[in-house]
């Protein structure tokens, strides 16, 4: 089993920055794939960026140029770097992870969620 641990969410105004960090315990060994998702209020969660075991990255196309993604594999943290906020970015994100090398539809393994707030 793995547990995933996120952190640094919270109120920001647009236009500001945030980081997210998100630890990994347990059986590591198993993991590959890791990355953020998010849900906002009314609507469906969405991939927001992916890192695959061979260091690729994808990113929503929303996010692209805004969010960056990296992983410290020594930590077993992995990290969501986003500047230039905007109030559509207002949602509960949550770490994922899986054992597949790359992210699938439906990730095995989920945080509780931290609240990223953006306000306009």
């Known amino acids: 089993q793995v547990q995933l641990v996120e952190s640094g969410g919270g109120l920001v105004q647009a236009g500001g920055s945030l980081r997210l960090s998100c630890a990994a315990s347990g059986s590591i060994a198993s993991i590959n794939a890791m990355g953020w998702y998010r849900q906002a209020p009314g609507k469906q969660r969405e991939l927001v960026a992916a890192l695959t075991s061979g260091g690729g990255t994808n990113y929503a196309d929303s996010v692209k140029g805004r969010f960056t993604i990296s992983r410290d594999t020594a930590k077993n943290t992995v990290f969501l770097q986003m500047n230039s906020l905007k109030h559509e970015d207002t949602a509960v994100y949550y770490c994922?992870?899986?054992?597949?090398?790359?992210?699938?539809?439906?990730?095995?393994?989920w945080g509780q969620g931290t609240q990223v707030t953006v306000s306009s």
């Open positions: 994922v992870a899986d054992p597949w090398p790359t992210m699938p539809n439906s990730p095995r393994y």
